[in-house]
């Protein structure tokens, strides 16, 4: 056994491994669309954001797709086209923009707590009054879709999600894996580079609401609908050509990218099972992820080292990790003033999560060695620990 680097050992890593990567595949094709756009003179909400709408409507099973500037952005007007005359019920344990976007609206939060294996918003964590419900696909597991639904039917609450991970996870519905995207009043993704579909930045709105759609398409314009009579305050949310060029090429390859990432996922799972104190998400049945992240739980009793400790000694192996989601939003400076209930699942998972290394193009004797050296750190938990709080 390989003594960890916390300890004197070789670094797994000499040269520290990126934590994300963005792929690209077709560097040739994607200049050759940004320079054809330069050439044209229109460079934001032309041909190739139309062409993107199209395309990616049809990946993801829906009528109706607008294309904006960012994820944020979208689910800020989703949440204003849908106007809900409430509180808006989120996940504590989710990215802050899926609240930053209720802030926006001037809208009261719920904070939920979550499933303790799924990691994801359940019907029976729906509490209070919400006149809307957001769910959110933690690192692309798919969320109850149908008990969210019904739980918002019984309170007479609006749905959406934000799927900001979820492009190319995919959820069995009458016996057929489809994909997300045309779930609740809309779906919101994220095209960031750490994203599996990715335009280096942007969004993408899902619906099979016309109407909805077209009130968003009027919002990312400013609520022009080009004679500058605007109709309601909107925002500037278009998404430019140059991103959309980056995110055509991209949706080329999502099946390719999400079968690397699970092909990695697996990896790290086979390799890290019998690791003391070591835990997964769990993803449902039926349900394919799009392994946006990959995220393991430190329980410190059973691996006999802090979530901390574990971080700091994986970083002396060149191994960078992000704690994904600690803390959780509703213990965040920015929701301090925001009363929410106990959240205990949401607390504990905070207190334990370490998010490791995946990308789309990650070679798989990495992530062998990534959970080498997490089962290295445990075998000497002790001196390790010993080790790091000495400094």
């Known amino acids: 056994m390989t003594l960890p680097a916390a300890l004197g050992g070789p670094a797994a890593f000499p040269e520290p491994l990126p934590f994300a990567r963005p792929t690209i595949e077709e560097p040739g094709r994607i200049l050759g669309d940004i320079?054809?756009?330069?050439?044209?003179?229109?460079?934001?909400?032309?041909?190739?954001?139309?062409?993107?709408?199209?395309?990616?409507?049809?990946?993801?099973?829906?009528?109706?797709?607008?294309?904006?500037?960012?994820?944020?952005?979208?689910?800020?007007?989703?949440?204003?086209?849908?106007?809900?005359?409430?509180?808006?019920?989120v996940p504590s344990f989710t990215f802050a923009a899926s609240a930053h976007a209720v802030a926006w609206n001037g809208r009261e939060i719920l904070f939920a707590d979550c499933d303790p294996d799924t990691w994801l918003l359940r019907p029976e964590d729906v509490y209070g009054d919400p006149a809307l419900i957001m769910g959110v696909h933690i690192s692309g597991v798919p969320v109850d879709y149908a008990g969210l639904a019904e739980v918002a039917t019984d309170v007479g609450a609006d749905l959406m999600f934000d799927a900001a991970h979820g492009a190319g996870s995919r959820v069995l519905v009458d016996g057929q894996l489809r994909p997300l995207g045309g779930f609740g009043r809309a779906e919101v993704f994220s095209l960031t580079p750490t994203k599996v579909l990715s335009g280096a930045e942007g969004g993408l709105i899902t619906t099979n609401d016309a109407e909805l759609a077209e009130r968003l398409r009027l919002a990312r314009d400013y609520g022009n609908p080009g004679d500058y009579d605007m109709r309601f305050a909107g925002l500037n949310a278009r998404l430019s050509e140059l991103h959309a060029a980056v995110a055509l090429a991209s949706l080329d390859h999502l099946e390719t990218r999400v079968d690397h990432r699970n092909a990695v996922a697996d990896r790290y799972r086979l390799l890290m099972a019998e690791i003391p104190g070591v835990g997964f998400q769990s993803v449902?049945?039926?349900?394919?992820?799009?392994?946006?992240?990959?995220?393991?739980?430190?329980?410190?009793?059973?691996?006999?080292?802090?979530?901390?400790?574990?971080?700091?000694?994986?970083?002396?192996?060149?191994?960078?990790?992000?704690?994904?989601?600690?803390?959780?939003?509703?213990?965040?400076?920015?929701?301090?003033?925001?009363?929410?209930?106990?959240?205990?699942?949401?607390?504990?998972?905070?207190?334990?999560?370490?998010?490791l290394p995946m990308w789309s193009h990650l070679p798989l004797e990495h992530a062998e060695k990534v959970a080498a050296a997490v089962s290295a750190i445990q075998q000497n938990a002790d001196a390790v620990s010993a080790a790091v709080q000495s400094g």
């Open 284 to 355: 449902p049945d039926g349900s394919r992820s799009s392994y946006k992240d990959f995220t393991i739980l430190i329980n410190e009793a059973e691996f006999g080292a802090s979530r901390d400790t574990v971080v700091a000694a994986l970083a002396a192996e060149g191994v960078p990790t992000r704690p994904y989601y600690s803390p959780p939003v509703h213990r965040q400076t920015a929701y301090a003033h925001v009363v929410s209930p106990e959240l205990p699942n949401t607390d504990r998972l905070a207190s334990q999560v370490i998010s």
């Open 35 to 89: 320079e054809a756009a330069l050439a044209s003179g229109m460079v934001t909400n032309s041909s190739l954001v139309r062409e993107l709408e199209t395309k990616a409507a049809a990946e993801f099973e829906v009528e109706h797709c607008v294309a904006v500037a960012s994820c944020t952005l979208g689910l800020m007007l989703v949440i204003q086209a849908i106007d809900p005359q409430g509180p808006v019920l």
